[in-house]
């Protein structure tokens, strides 16, 4: 194959990778910025958003699109109800403190795992894309469904982005984020704030990986790769920064896939890290975030 | 005798309710506990004790699950028929979580703390080269299910054992004659990259050579790879042959972007069925998988001419014609390889009768008996087919199934013969010491 396609390919590959990298890091980014709380549990809740999307598609016959736009909107809504379950349970219970809570999630992560496992089952589950087009270019065919994640997922963004900075509900959350005894001095419920934002970041992870599903079937181990990327990509762009997080996803997601198809994926993996240890020794606040008051 | 503090006067202790409860305690946690030895006629009637390394959890848990209840099946059949040397078998299970790690701490607690027999059981290439050290340190015969080259190779020890299930190089040399002559000489080798695929990379290339094709491109993908478009331009345009083997919850993504990535220009494919155990072939997906081959251990699907044994071995597993679960057609089996769970009991039964085994102070005579045996006929102790048995390197030696996808089914289109297979032994296990 020609270097022109070949670049095109590595590009759309790596696209794909960013959109759901974008969604599932800003969840991780979200939490951490306004709770302060490093959420390891975060790829297991964008595994039960894709475990959950392959009971519901099943669960509802018909064309598939309806399964899947199903899955689409009740996924995402169960997996934030268990998320703010648990942080009512768990993490206010610790009074948020940051050692405590790293530890706490590392618990969820397993009984969310093992959970997993007993009721969902080791096997890898498909999921059937809401439709299956193939685009047909000169040089290789694509899937058309892989396009539009990226479509979805930019509008997800976006969305985001208008709630964080034009609703009543992203100024508090904003204020939270800026200083949190301030904002309970204003009256501003805290703790209730704390709770929502911990469901929205898992609902986003949920998404991401309701969106993925079709390509990537459902799988109890399927939440540590987007874990350990959506930090690269958290600590990249800087915590707490949604600009940084969609920059950094776009930068991670561009190389991984450029690299990994010229080079070879583990090279990729290497150069991503290597930024990371890069980005702490230079710019410890990411490239985006503000440094610490 | 001094006593000060009164510990053996009887009229100063007062037997508290707390301090009863926990004596009872203490003696049901001794009775629960592993190892305790509840048989007190000797070991004439005690049970015999398979310590079971399954993969429970981590990727291997779906071969895990079925392995299991081949094993309980066999274990049954056996048992009903009277046991080994008159005595039933216990099958104590621990999760290797597949992991190699895991799999040797597991390999050492059957050794000291379940003091078992032997120990069976596990698939994983990784966990098998894990695990070994652990079994031959504890002279612990060690009787794996695996189908990597690792045992026959002779560079593990003179415990361990693959006597049911034929490894990757014989199964490739026996298999590259029908591959040159049916499906392409110009092959691309697609692998996962870690010991059970570099068997495939090094042992496919001399094997097509000596049929006049050749493997034209290499390509390894890391097992936890999830997406796949990425190595496709790797592939060169005049492959005839794409040759795959993957393992782990990827494959359905595999075989889907394959798909779309080529259309109907696709090359021919072949590919291990490792990469779709207990995955349904009729997924959403897998329709570009139509009219390609696989090599199966054991057919997945009721072929017309399956043997009587082999029906009866089927309904003993409790599998389907479609070779899923009765009465759950979505729970689909591993069925190329567990049929080596089943096989293998029935060796160690034979080995153990042989060796006159009565206890762990036999387990050297158990290797020696192991080791001298030379052929399984094929029947209800061996359904997946006759075999030969290589003391020397620890190895069975079998026949493989060409199976072509078909209306959604998988039909054997060839069978190998024994001889196909066969190779020089690399090493003499029975050099080592015991």
New interface residues.
């Given amino acids: 194959m020609h270097f022109g396609p070949h670049l095109l390919l590595a590009a759309l590959e790596g696209l794909v990778t960013s959109a759901v990298l974008a969604l599932t890091a800003l969840g991780l980014s979200l939490v951490f910025g306004v709770m302060r709380v490093v959420n390891v549990a975060h790829g297991e809740f964008f595994m039960l958003g894709a475990v959950l999307a392959w009971a519901i598609s099943t669960a509802i016959s018909g064309h598939p699109a309806l399964g899947f736009l199903a899955a689409l909107v009740i996924a995402p809504l169960i997996v934030g109800a268990i998320a703010l379950v648990a942080e009512r349970l768990v993490l206010r219970r610790l009074n948020y403190n940051p050692e405590a809570t790293i530890v706490a999630t590392i618990g969820m992560l397993y009984i969310i795992q093992q959970l997993a496992l007993s009721f969902y089952g080791p096997e890898a589950r498909p999921v059937e894309p809401p439709f299956s087009y193939r685009i047909l270019l000169p040089w290789f065919g694509y899937s058309g469904y892989k396009l539009s994640i990226i479509a979805a997922s930019a509008l997800l963004l976006i969305a985001t982005w208008l709630v964080l900075t034009r609703t009543r509900i992203g100024l508090i959350m904003r204020a939270t984020q800026y200083d949190s005894e301030t904002a309970q001095a204003f009256g501003i419920p805290v703790d209730r704030v704390y709770g929502g934002v911990f469901a929205l970041g898992a609902m986003l992870a949920a998404i991401a990986a309701v969106l993925i599903v079709p390509i990537s079937q459902a799988h109890y181990l399927m939440g540590q790769d987007p874990l350990l990327l959506s930090f690269i990509v958290v600590i990249i762009g800087g915590l707490g920064s949604l600009r940084g997080t969609v920059v950094a996803a776009v930068l991670i997601g561009l190389s991984d896939g450029i690299i990994s198809m010229f080079f070879s994926p583990t090279l990729a993996k290497i150069i991503a890290t290597l930024l990371v240890a890069m980005v702490l020794v230079f710019r410890p606040q990411g490239l985006f975030g503000t440094a610490s008051r | 005798m001094a006593d000060k503090n009164g510990f053996f006067d009887l009229s100063k202790t007062t037997l508290t309710r707390r301090t009863a409860l926990k004596g009872l305690a203490a003696g049901a946690g001794l009775a629960v506990a592993p190892g305790f030895v509840r048989y007190s006629q000797a070991q004439s009637s005690a049970p015999i004790k398979i310590g079971f390394q399954s993969h429970r ?3 291997g ?2 071969y ?2 079925w392995y299991e209840k081949t094993t309980a099946a066999a274990v049954k059949a056996i048992n009903a028929a009277g046991g080994i040397n008159g005595r039933q078998i216990e099958v104590i299970i621990e999760d290797d979580g597949t992991d190699p790690g895991r799999g040797a701490e597991v390999v050492g607690k059957f050794a000291t703390q379940h003091k078992t027999d032997i120990v069976f059981g596990t698939l994983f290439s990784h966990v098998v080269i894990g695990s070994a050290p652990a079994a031959g340190e504890n002279k612990m015969p060690y009787f794996v299910v695996s189908e990597g080259h690792h045992v026959a190779s002779t560079k593990l020890n003179r415990y361990v054992f693959q006597p049911g299930i034929t490894d990757v190089k014989s199964q490739i040399q026996s298999m590259a004659p029908w591959i040159a002559a049916n499906a392409g000489k110009k092959v691309t080798q697609i692998f996962p990259d870690f010991a059970f695929g570099y068997d495939h990379r090094d042992y496919l290339p001399p094997a097509l050579k000596a049929q006049g094709a050749e493997v034209i491109a290499q390509i390894a ?2 097992p ?4 796949f ?5 790797q592939i060169p ?1 005049e492959t005839e042959v794409i040759y795959h083997v993957m393992v782990g ?5 595999f075989v ?2 394959l798909g ?4 109907s220009n696709l090359p021919q494919l072949f590919g291990f069925m490792d990469s779709l155990e ?2 349904d072939i009729n ?3 897998l329709e570009f998988l139509d009219g390609s081959h696989f090599w199966e251990g054991s057919p997945r699907y009721a072929q017309a001419d399956d043997s009587a044994a082999q029906k009866a071995y089927r309904a003993a597993v409790g599998i389907d014609d479609n070779g899923a679960a009765v009465g759950d057609p979505k729970d689909v089996s591993t069925a190329s390889h567990m049929f080596g769970c089943w096989e293998t009991l029935y060796v160690v039964k034979k080995a153990m009768e042989d060796a006159g085994y009565k206890g762990p102070e036999d387990r050297a005579k158990l290797v020696e008996a192991t080791e001298a045996l030379t052929a399984f006929a094929e029947g209800p102790e061996h359904p997946q087919g006759p075999k030969t048995f290589n003391g020397k390197i620890h190895q069975c030696f079998g026949i493989q199934n060409i199976s072509k996808v078909e209306g959604g089914k998988l039909k054997v289109v060839h069978k190998t013969k024994i001889e196909d297979g066969l190779y020089e032994p690399e090493g003499d296990y029975t050099t080592q010491a015991l």
């Fill in positions: 959890t981590g990727i848990a779906a895990g699950r993908i890391p936890t790879e999830s997406s478009t990425k190595y496709f331009p345009p919850p990827a494959v359905l993504t889907k972007e779309e990535f080529y259309g207990a995955t997924s959403p997906g």
